[in-house]
C-alpha cells in the first residue's frame, strides 16, 4: 500500500545526490508518464522522512511531480536509526529540508562515496 505525500513536505535523509545513479534513473524514468515503486519512507518528528529513493525523488521532482508514492518503510531503532538520526540533522543544519534542496548537491560516484557513504559509516564505526 502506497502513501501520496506533497513532495515538499517530504525530507531527505541524505545530503548528495551521485550522477552515476542519477544516469541510471535517467535510462528508465519518463518524465511524461512518472512510474516508479513507491519510495521508502518512516514517520520521525511528525514529517514522512526518506530512507531511501532521493534520487527518484529528485526525477520526480524534475518532471514537475507535486506528491511522491511513499511505503512506510520500518526503521530499526538499532544502528539504522542512529545513522538515519544523523543525516536528518546534517540535513537541518546544511539547510537540504526539501527535495528541492538536493539541486546543486550532485556529485561524482567517487565524491560521493567521500563526502556521504563514508560520512554515514562513520556513525556506525564510532558505535
Known amino acids: 500500500m502506497s502513501i501520496a505525500a506533497p513532495i515538499e513536505a517530504v525530507r531527505p535523509t541524505q545530503l548528495y545526490l551521485s550522477t552515476a545513479k542519477l544516469a541510471g534513473v535517467l535510462e528508465w524514468f519518463d518524465a511524461d508518464d512518472p512510474n516508479y515503486d513507491p519510495l521508502p519512507a518512516f514517520r520521525y518528528e511528525?514529517?514522512?522522512?526518506l530512507a531511501d529513493g532521493h534520487t527518484r525523488?529528485?526525477?520526480?521532482?524534475?518532471?514537475?511531480?507535486?506528491?511522491l508514492?511513499?511505503?512506510r518503510t520500518p526503521v530499526r531503532q538499532d544502528h539504522d536509526f542512529a545513522v538515519y538520526k544523523a543525516?536528518?540533522?546534517?540535513?537541518?543544519?546544511?539547510?537540504?529540508?526539501?527535495i528541492d534542496d538536493l539541486h546543486g548537491r550532485l556529485?561524482?560516484?567517487e565524491a560521493y562515496e567521500r563526502l556521504w557513504v563514508d560520512r554515514c559509516h562513520a556513525v556506525t564505526d564510532d558505535r
Open 46 to 49: 511528525e514529517a514522512w522522512h
Open 57 to 67: 525523488a529528485f526525477m520526480a521532482a524534475l518532471a514537475g511531480a507535486d506528491q
Open 69 to 71: 508514492r511513499l511505503a
Open 87 to 98: 543525516a536528518i540533522e546534517w540535513c537541518q543544519a546544511a539547510g537540504v529540508e526539501t
Open 107 to 109: 556529485v561524482g560516484p
